[in-house]
């Protein structure tokens, strides 16, 4: 059966996996999803290109088995990307106004928003339009107020050129257009925060993903600052890789099925016995109070850097919404 509309297809290239979505449009802005493909990633790391033929083969693998799922032909995809080299710098643009504030007026201000300095081997991602001031004061539309000054709010989200062209020219090199470049954790801050959490009460989102850290903050004003940290859920399997002195594998599995970030004193006296594969390799046992603590150990440095960088924009205090991961659980 033909469909009405054309699907919408999202390329998410992770440090893990490289995972393809296809959906369909619908009423309200709502999409119906219609197969997904993946891949384990190979060629990436720390959400960045390291091997051009390996990401290559990852994203023919994920699009082959969403194309076959979904029963469609892919021709173009949204690109999700991340790394390190990707920040978001707040901005505000005032102009001048006389009688009643018009369109005009609001684009000139939205202009002036835009024009920031940034550097030349960056390219701008996302221009996130906040709420304006009329005069000083916070007003959801300023069209038909009067007043003498509006500003704009804007978080302008950039990376660096060079490794965001490398990751795309992966893509086109399967004769894939690119309809468009997203900041995953963008796109996870509008999966999962709240229209309350971004515009009223304010919100930290936090995306945890193997290689990197993505986050982004609203405030009542808008999106006020973003970033990604090349510090991720690898970094905790290494710790536990090297803390126990487990293999990479076995330590992820350990991870996965038995860890905490919370220190629990009832785990002070459980023990977890662990067998590696192979001849000769005897069973170990793991105190698990210990696991948890070189997890918490990683987690608290982790989420530290990013306290620290709220910190010095002063935006601690207006987080009324908490602290979100990805996965919409409110972190107290």
């Known amino acids: ?192 925060l709240t229209p309350e959490q971004r515009h009223e009460d304010g919100a930290l989102l936090v995306d945890l993903g193997a290689g990197t850290t993505d986050w982004i903050v609203w405030t009542a004003e808008g999106a006020a600052a973003a970033g990604a940290i090349g510090v991720g859920g690898d970094h905790v399997t290494n710790d536990i890789s090297h803390a126990f002195h487990v293999p990479t594998a076995l330590a992820e599995r350990i991870k996965i099925e038995h860890g905490d970030a919370l220190l629990h004193p009832i785990f002070r006296t459980r023990r977890l016995t662990v067998q590696e594969s192979g001849l000769g390799k005897s069973a170990r046992s793991i105190r698990l109070y210990d696991l948890h603590n070189v997890m918490s150990l990683r987690m608290e440095e982790t989420l530290g850097l990013i306290r620290a960088r709220l910190d010095r924009l002063q935006l601690l205090a207006r987080l009324k919404g908490g602290v979100v991961d990805r996965k919409s659980t409110r972190l107290n």
């Open 1 to 192: 059966m033909r469909r009405r509309t054309e699907p919408v297809v999202s390329l998410e290239l992770g440090t893990s996996h490289v995972r393809a979505f296809v959906a369909e449009p619908g009423e309200h802005g709502t999409l119906a999803l219609l197969g997904m493909g993946e891949c384990e990633s190979a060629g990436i790391r720390k959400g960045e290109l390291v091997h051009f033929e390996s990401v290559a083969k990852c994203v023919q693998q994920a699009v082959e088995q969403a194309e076959e799922r979904a029963d469609v032909t892919i021709a173009e995809v949204h690109l999700a990307l991340s790394g390190s080299h990707i920040e978001g710098q707040h901005n505000t643009g005032t102009v001048a106004v006389e009688g009643a504030i018009d369109e005009d007026d609001l684009e000139r201000a939205r202009a002036a928003a835009r024009d920031i300095a940034l550097p030349p081997d960056h390219e701008v991602l996302h221009h996130v339009m906040g709420r304006c001031l009329v005069d000083g004061a916070l007003c959801t539309s300023p069209i038909d107020m009067v007043g003498r000054s509006l500003s704009q709010n804007v978080l302008v989200v950039h990376g660096l050129r060079s490794r965001m062209i490398n990751l795309a020219k992966a893509v086109k090199s399967l004769n894939l257009g690119i309809r468009g470049m997203a900041f995953s954790g963008m796109c996870a801050a509008m999966a999962t």
